[in-house]
């Protein structure tokens, strides 16, 4: 659990480092230039995410049930799953209606994503990970609201309603695919009740 406590700071913790010392991502970019720092930190990111399935996968072999959610959780959770894969696919397209709406889809898409498997998941070292992730989610997104007031950031303009459709049906088939296969091949456990 130690290891998981440890990967969670360091993965949550290099993705605030916008919001908790601006500075010195600033003092990076002066030194290593833009895309001296973004090659640091996207190595940076997917060394910790490497470190974090690790560890996550080992504190589920040692740790207990904290609760055991209803059953009828699951259910709830799967439609949230829905939405939070609708919204991911609305960040990574130009802006519609959902992401207008969102401001920050992908931001909204995690917190929906951490919700939903605390819903659905009493294990001790899932509740630690979802509910840090959940807590990332709250943190950026006050950091965000600040940073729009402060003129820091613009939201995305709205293109077109079709981009909508798009993020709805991508967003359904990644979610259709994840619940047929891809969730118990990457992480062991079918999202399905049985």
């Not at 490497?50 to 055991?68: C, D, E, N, P």
């Not at 894969?85 to 990574?92: D, E, H, N, P, T």
């Not at 990970?129 to 613009?154: C, D, H, M, N, T």
Request: with cysteine.
């Amino acid at each position: 659990m130690g290891l998981l406590i440890v990967s969670l700071i360091l993965f949550l913790g290099i993705h605030l480092i916008r919001v908790f010392v601006p500075g010195f991502r600033q003092s990076m970019i002066a030194t290593l230039g833009e895309n001296g720092w973004k090659g640091i930190y996207s190595l940076a990111s997917i060394a910790t995410l490497v470190f974090l399935i690790y560890a996550f996968g080992q504190a589920r072999l040692q740790t207990g049930i904290l609760y055991t959610p209803p059953i009828w959780m699951a259910h709830i959770a799967l439609t949230l799953m829905l939405l939070a894969m609708i919204c991911l696919a609305a960040s990574l397209l130009p802006a519609g209606h959902i992401a207008v709406r969102a401001k920050h889809p992908m931001v909204l898409s995690v917190k929906i994503w951490a919700l939903a498997h605390l819903l659905a998941n009493g294990e001790t070292s899932a509740v630690l990970l979802f509910a840090a992730f959940l807590a990332w989610g709250v943190i950026l997104r006050i950091s965000l609201k600040r940073r729009e007031r402060a003129g820091e950031i613009k939201l995305r303009p709205f293109v077109s309603a079709k981009y909508d459709i798009y993020a709805i049906i991508i967003g359904v088939v990644a979610w259709a695919l994840i619940i047929w296969r891809l969730h118990v091949w990457l992480i062991g456990v079918s999202p399905l009740v049985m």
